[in-house]
């Protein structure tokens, strides 16, 4: 199985910080790799697939980065509303494992 | 609109069988892999597998292989996901998933609420 490593597994910032997530495949999975946010009680929610592209309705201040083995997501001015766990995924190959997750909270 | 509405809350005993279910509507639920995703309380994502309805097709993580069993009736657009003998390790909100392998990459693009599966004697 290939193996996903988020970093951090958590986080602190204010509204209206930069928040960088990072997501490090055990192997090279090109451009196969999405990310999820999920708030408690709910389902994820895709917010970029093909490690960059913007799903439909996402805010722009969401943004993705990298190929291959490492991978990053930015929050480029973290709302209110953006405080929730995110998750990194690769979809190369089966079993398409999930990251552990980062939990953004409060400042 | 795309929709995935899955079954209720079920509480079970240990040994006892169940099966839940995923109802596809809004896209042609035949062309389109159903995946599902385990999140066991206060846990991360684990997937489990994915099943094409189209020709009932299944790819099943070896975690969970032998222990779980994926299927789909195209003729009412509905996945299900089914237990012969439950533990209570199988405690967990279990969600399934529209992968899109066409323009996202094989990301999950719609998800269902969630069927919440808890297992005590």
């Known amino acids: 199985d290939i193996q996903m490593t988020q970093s951090p597994s958590s986080l602190s910032a204010s509204v209206g910080d930069r928040v960088t997530i990072t997501c490090r495949a055990s192997?090279?999975?090109?451009?196969?790799l999405s990310w999820y946010q999920q708030k408690p009680g709910r389902a994820p929610n895709l917010l970029i697939y093909g490690a960059s592209t913007l799903q439909s309705g996402v805010p722009s201040r969401f943004s993705g980065s990298g190929s291959g083995t490492d991978f990053t997501l930015t929050i480029s001015s973290l709302q209110p509303e953006d405080f929730a766990t995110y998750y990194c995924q690769q979809s190369f190959i089966t079993p398409q494992t999930f990251g552990q997750g980062t939990k953004v909270e409060i400042k | 609109e795309v929709q995935l509405v899955q079954s209720g809350t079920e509480v079970k005993k240990p040994g006892e069988s169940l099966k839940i279910s995923c109802k596809g509507s809004g896209y042609s639920f035949t062309n389109d892999w159903i995946g599902w995703v385990r999140q066991v309380p206060g846990k991360g994502l684990e997937w489990m597998g994915v099943i094409y309805p189209g020709d009932s097709n299944t790819r099943y993580s070896p975690s969970f292989e032998g222990q779980v069993t994926m299927s789909a009736d195209k003729s009412i657009s509905t996945a299900y996901l089914e237990w012969r003998s439950l533990e209570a390790a199988d405690t967990a909100m279990y969600y399934c998933a529209r992968r899109d392998d066409s323009y996202g990459w094989g990301a999950f693009d719609f998800w269902g609420q969630g069927t919440l599966v808890t297992v005590s004697s």
């Open positions: 192997q090279s999975i090109s451009y196969f």
